[in-house]
């Protein structure tokens, strides 16, 4: 049979319509935002708003504060990422056997995903309480004094990032459990057959099969992390002493508090760069063109 031509497709006036309003619109706001970058426009001098240029992205250069927050971004970016990919890989492999109440194991596993990150922010908040939360508590049971979880800026980044990580390694367990579960038994079985050890079958058969969906959980993981927002605010508000104050914020609180917003609107163009650029050397790492296809 002759296959059937892509113009004769009928499902195409359903989904070529959609891809052209959001490409025109995502070009539109792209943009307008730099277009605005490119003033100075404050809401504390309305009406007073002019052409500066590229002033505000030589601003930014010259800026410790927005050097710093960006620093914590891709520090706390790239450890969020490789520590959840890495956990969450050797959950999964746990639970690739047969023991008694897996079904409940891999259910309660799942829960903190399905939780908002207002409700997961308050959680730790509480549990990280120097002076009532359940974290001194257990670390006095084994003689360990109290650790101000929040309150120092040697470990407040940390703290945030433990969070993260209790939220977000359920979802590298369930992409990492699918393409585990759907990928072919044979090579893992013939590797036994021939006399390799489990984890020789583990990292020589089974790792190279999920190559590419931890690729793709790595990267979606590294999008969310540079985003990461809401814990920020609701654990620490980027303190204490701006020690937890990722780009992110730092573009907030430029906006909302010091009502800058063409500077506000230049830190998210940055930004934005920013992650097009790590993530497109991420995905040339992760996918070379010579790799399998």
């Known amino acids: 049979?002759?296959?059937?031509?892509?113009?004769?497709?009928?499902?195409?006036?359903?989904?070529?319509?959609?891809?052209?309003?959001?490409?025109?619109?995502?070009?539109?706001?792209?943009?307008?935002?730099?277009?605005?970058?490119?003033?100075?426009?404050?809401?504390?001098?309305?009406?007073?708003?002019?052409?500066?240029?590229?002033?505000?992205?030589?601003?930014?250069?010259?800026?410790?504060?927005?050097?710093?927050?960006?620093?914590?971004?891709?520090?706390?970016?790239?450890?969020?990422?490789?520590?959840?990919?890495?956990?969450?890989?050797a959950v999964v492999l746990f639970l690739d056997r047969d023991f008694a109440m897996k079904r409940l194991v891999r259910t309660l596993l799942l829960v903190p995903i399905i939780m908002t990150p207002v409700v997961v922010g308050l959680t730790w908040r509480f549990l990280f309480d120097p002076a009532t939360g359940m974290?001194?508590?257990?670390?006095?049971?084994?003689?360990?004094?109290?650790?101000?979880?929040?309150?120092?800026?040697?470990?407040?980044?940390?703290?945030?990032?433990?969070?993260?990580?209790?939220?977000?390694?359920?979802?590298?367990?369930?992409?990492v459990m699918a393409a585990l579960?759907?990928?072919?038994?044979?090579?893992?079985?013939?590797?036994?057959?021939?006399?390799?050890?489990?984890?020789?079958?583990?990292?020589?058969?089974?790792?190279?099969?999920?190559?590419?969906?931890l690729a793709i959980v790595a990267l979606i993981r590294a999008i969310d992390s540079i985003k990461a927002f809401d814990l920020f605010y609701i654990m620490t508000r980027g303190g204490p002493a701006l020690s937890t104050e990722t780009l992110n914020y730092y573009g907030y609180i430029v906006a909302f508090t010091n009502f800058d917003i063409s500077y506000a609107l230049a830190i998210a163009v940055i930004l934005t760069v920013f992650t097009n650029v790590a993530l497109l050397t991420m995905y040339s790492v992760l996918f070379p063109k010579t790799g399998d296809r």
């Open 1 to 89: 049979m002759r296959p059937v031509a892509a113009a004769s497709d009928p499902t195409r006036h359903f989904f070529q319509p959609i891809i052209v309003c959001l490409t025109v619109a995502s070009v539109a706001l792209t943009l307008f935002v730099i277009w605005i970058s490119l003033h100075d426009l404050s809401l504390m001098r309305a009406g007073r708003e002019k052409f500066v240029g590229l002033d505000n992205y030589i601003r930014f250069l010259g800026d410790p504060r927005a050097m710093a927050a960006l620093w914590r971004t891709v520090l706390f970016t790239v450890l969020a990422t490789v520590i959840e990919i890495a956990l969450g890989l």
């Open 135 to 175: 974290a001194n508590y257990l670390l006095s049971l084994v003689g360990i004094s109290q650790v101000d979880w929040l309150g120092s800026p040697r470990i407040a980044l940390f703290s945030v990032l433990i969070a993260d990580i209790w939220q977000w390694t359920p979802f590298v367990i369930l992409l």
């Open 181 to 213: 579960e759907s990928a072919p038994t044979d090579p893992l079985n013939a590797a036994r057959v021939d006399g390799a050890r489990e984890w020789q079958v583990t990292w020589y058969v089974l790792l190279p099969m999920l190559r590419r969906a």
